[in-house]
T-cell receptor, first 112, second 113 residues
Framework: QKEVEQDPGPLSVPEGAIVSLNCTYSNSAFQYFMWYRQYSRKGPELLMYTYSSGNKEDGRFTAQVDKSSKYISLFIRDSQPSDSATYLCAMKGPGGSYIPTFGRGTSLIVHP | NAGVTQTPKFQVLKTGQSMTLQCAQDMNHNSMYWYRQDPGMGLRLIYYSASEGTTDKGEVPNGYNVSRLNKREFSLRLESAAPSQTSVYFC????????????FGQGTRLTVV
């Protein structure tokens, strides 16, 4: 079992839908939780990050972390065709454990 | 501000050939990384350099070597390319090893035939 599990999709939704992307993990030492967005044939870009448990909101995007369940989510409200991309979760531990572990990425398609 | 620049963007090699992938960042970052991305496998760390003068193996180092030439540049070398090394290679950098945000280059698409 990989340390970070993420369904690769693809996930296809109509424009305007609420999208939920999720990752589960097994390493309880993870404290930093990140979401990267990767457009086709581009490098990943950091979208959001959260420290420890809780929620974080940025515009149409909300990141949630539930450490008790070892489960993180990214919600996209009012999804747009421009949100079509691969979304990768990443996590890392404290201190010297700074190398992030990435999920496989979920491919999202928002159709008009 | 260019960020992280990788060269070349595309490359086709024959089995057994060697090549070096170049990476340079202009953000004065201390830590640099090489990843490969394969369908269904996500990003896997090949090598990283926590700071100038140090390099360490990642998850999948076999068949690769790296050089941290200076603070800006981190190269990845394939000494004898194999078809299993067909992949998209990404270079990334962070201000420090503990810094959350990694900045990625555009990637190098390598095909080994």
């Amino acid at each position: 079992q990989k340390e970070v599990e993420q369904d690769p999709g693809p996930l296809s939704v109509p424009e305007g839908a609420i999208v939920s992307l999720n990752c589960t993990y097994s390493n309880s030492a993870f404290q930093y939780f990140m979401w990267y967005r990767q457009y086709s044939r581009k490098g990943p870009e950091l979208l959001m990050y959260t420290y420890s448990s809780g929620n974080k909101e940025d515009g149409r995007f909300t990141a949630q972390v539930d450490k008790s369940s070892k489960y993180i989510s990214l919600f996209i409200r009012d999804s747009q065709p421009s949100d079509s991309a691969t979304y990768l979760c990443a996590m890392k531990g404290p201190g010297g454990s700074y190398i992030p572990t990435f999920g496989r990425g979920t491919s999202l398609i928002v159709h008009p | 501000n260019a960020g992280v620049t990788q060269t070349p963007k595309f490359q086709v090699l024959k089995t057994g050939q060697s090549m070096t992938l170049q990476c340079a960042q202009d953000m004065n970052h201390n830590s640099m990384y090489w990843y490969r991305q394969d369908p269904g496998m996500g990003l896997r760390l090949i090598y990283y350099s926590a700071s100038e003068g140090t390099t360490d193996k990642g998850e999948v180092p076999n068949g690769y070597n790296v050089s941290r030439l200076n603070k800006r540049e981190f190269s990845l070398r394939l000494e004898s390319a194999a078809p299993s090394q067909t992949s998209v290679y990404f270079c990334a950098s962070t201000l420090h090893g503990t810094n959350t945000e990694a900045f990625f280059g555009q990637g190098t698409r390598l095909t080994v035939v």
